[in-house]
């Protein structure tokens, strides 16, 4: 069982940056894909950036040159750094863990355990 917080979120202008973080509680972290994904209002979820257990990454074209994904397994969490914010970027974002691990899964139906989300909310 793995469970996964978020952080980080706040309100900021357009051009700013954030860096959310996602802690995990659990045995054998480092053997997970992490994700990030995204729900704007009145939006479906939608996926941001994946990094396997190996460090392999995937990202929306939308963010792609904006977002940064990294991982620390010391310290059991994964970093989403966001430059560049724009308005379209608001939404809430929830981590999400694969225990499979080696791939880059993009749909959230391919991830086990899930966090409870932060709010991003960017202003123009």
């Known amino acids: 069982q793995l469970q996964l917080v978020e952080s980080g979120g706040g309100s900021v202008q357009a051009g700013d940056s954030l860096r959310l973080s996602c802690a995990a509680s659990?045995?054998?972290?480092?053997?997970?894909?992490v994700g990030w994904f995204r729900q704007a209002p009145g939006k479906d979820r939608e996926f941001v950036v994946v990094?396997?257990?190996?460090?392999?990454?995937e990202y929306a074209d939308s963010v792609k040159g904006r977002f940064t994904i990294s991982r620390d397994n010391a310290k059991n969490t994964v970093y989403l750094q966001m430059n560049s914010l724009k308005p379209e970027d608001t939404a809430v974002y929830y981590c999400a863990a694969d225990q499979t691990g080696w791939g880059t899964p993009t749909h959230e139906s391919q991830f086990d355990y899930w966090g409870q989300g932060t709010q991003v909310t960017v202003s123009s």
């Open positions: 659990g045995r054998a972290f480092s053997s997970y894909g």
């Open positions: 990094i396997s257990n190996r460090g392999s990454t």
